[in-house]
């Protein structure tokens, strides 16, 4: 028992708590800096050992410790659990206490008392009544009995550390549901297809893949006057497995579609293939290659039927719109092409379409809103531990009355409120033996 309580306190010690704290920052730092779910050969391509970051963190080492996935690796899920544990105990060991001892109020009927108290003065002796009127106008809350008064005020500065705790567990609970029943699928669909959740970049113990289709109804790019990508827009369906559409919104960068706990992000496109028309025949379809990241280069013979090895003409585009551009095989540029128009030179050749791919990436994060709720908590506790909390002390000694406080917070104001409230019950005193001489 002894062992168990001492546990108890040990991970509600402060040091403590900032030790596991500044670890998980640290690893944290690492996971930023590392990218993260790459390939293995992604690593061992730029992680090799060298002068810089890469002679402490080499592949080897990034791959044998998990660091490609630190935020899903078991010790830092146990980092998380322990800090909220730390969080929790401090909570129900430290906060608390404070807490109870603060709603609790107590008479000071000595001067001793006074004395230990840092903010004090004297006033003219008054009835209860009027004092407690005057502390109410500065938001005190009074409770009195025949020779004193207790008055506190910003009780909410107390509970303010209990709630910072409180949402501290949320987001570090959102963290570990995050990274124990999220996933995150990468899927390219091509104009009109149907697609399933099932190309997973990363998933976990506890995710679960919902059985979904989704339908892209078009795709299309805004180009500026310099042929540069504006945006490119995605309109989307999702469907259930009868095929009934239950969601259809137009999605672009920035602007993704929700649906019951998933995420569809527009994430990139790309040029498939073309479909060519030759003599007004049925349109064919002509593969594409992309030598770089932009540019798709496509082999166009002068007819239907003839092979690859027969004479034909290098088509090149860098956009889906407009103009295509037509070399021969010693790269003249023989003329442009416009879509659904004959080729120069071939008029009864034209390029009917592109055959475009949507990047769209669906991501499962159930402990978003969890995360959104602490960190909403979060702010609004560090704005009220702002306020001050306050205590004020009033009792009859020596045919006078005695005030003293305390605070926490903004002990200058304090001191000039106090002695204000001297002031005050001055005044008050003043107003009384006035109206007492009248009446003689």
């Given amino acids: 028992m002894k062992i168990r309580y001492f546990f108890i306190r040990y991970l509600a010690n402060l040091q403590f708590a900032i ?21 293995i050969e992604f690593y061992q391509k730029n992680y090799t050992a060298g002068l810089g970051l890469d002679r402490f963190f080499n592949s080897t080492i990034i791959l044998q410790f998990g660091l490609d996935h630190i935020f899903r ?13 730390s969080l929790t105990c401090c909570t129900f ?30 006033a003219a002796p008054i009835s209860n009544g009027s ?42 609970f959102g963290t570990v549901l995050a990274s124990l029943a999220g996933f995150v699928a990468q899927e390219f669909v091509p104009e009109t297809e149907i697609f399933h959740v099932q190309n997973l970049l990363t998933t976990n113990i506890n995710s679960f893949v919902p059985q979904l289709a989704g339908r892209v109804n078009d795709f299309w790019i805004i180009y500026k006057d310099d042929q540069i990508v504006t945006q490119f827009y995605t309109d989307l369906s999702i469907l259930d497995n009868q095929g009934k559409e239950l969601k259809r919104e137009t999605i672009y960068i920035n602007h993704p579609l929700k649906y019951k706990g998933l995420t569809f992000y527009q994430t990139d496109w790309d040029i498939l293939g073309l ?48 103009s295509s551009p037509l070399y021969d095989k010693a790269g003249q540029l023989i003329g442009e092409g416009e879509l659904n128009e004959g080729f120069p030179g071939y008029e009864n050749t034209k390029l009917c379409e592109f055959i475009n791919a949507t990047g769209i990436q669906i991501k ?38 005695v005030i003293g406080g305390l605070t926490n917070r903004a002990k200058i104001q304090f001191e000039f409120e106090i002695l204000n409230l001297g002031l005050q019950l001055q005044k008050l005193e003043n107003i009384a033996l006035s109206n007492l001489k009248s009446s003689i």
Wanted: glycine share 6%; net charge positive; aromatic share 12%.
């Fill in 73 to 85: 690796t078991w010790w830092f899920i146990s980092l998380l659990v322990l800090f909220g544990t």
């Fill in 131 to 172: 004092l407690i009127t005057v502390l109410e106008k500065s938001n005190y809350q009074s409770f009195q009995r025949s020779k004193g008064l207790y008055s506190n005020k910003g009780m909410i500065g107390r509970i303010s550390p209990v709630i910072v705790h409180f949402s501290m567990v949320l987001i570090l």
């Fill in 364 to 401: 499962a994060d159930p402990g978003l809103s969890v995360i959104y709720a602490g960190f909403f908590l979060l702010l609004i506790s560090i704005l009220t531990s702002y306020t001050s909390y306050s205590q004020v002390w009033l009792s009859r000694l020596n045919n006078q009355v």
């Fill in 19 to 39: 030790l596991l704290l500044l670890s998980i920052a640290g690893l944290s730092t690492i996971g930023s800096v590392i990218e993260q779910n790459q390939s």
């Fill in 275 to 322: 479909r060519i028309q030759f003599d007004n025949s049925q349109p064919n379809q002509i593969p594409v290659l992309k030598p770089t990241k932009k540019i798709w280069l496509s082999w166009l013979p002068t007819s239907s039927n003839q092979d690859l090895g027969g004479s034909g003409y290098t088509l090149l585009n860098t956009v889906i719109r407009g």
């Fill in 93 to 122: 060991l430290q906060q608390f206490p404070i807490l109870t001892a603060a709603r609790k109020f107590k008479f000071y009927n000595s001067e001793k008392n006074f004395t230990a108290l840092p903010f004090k003065t004297k």
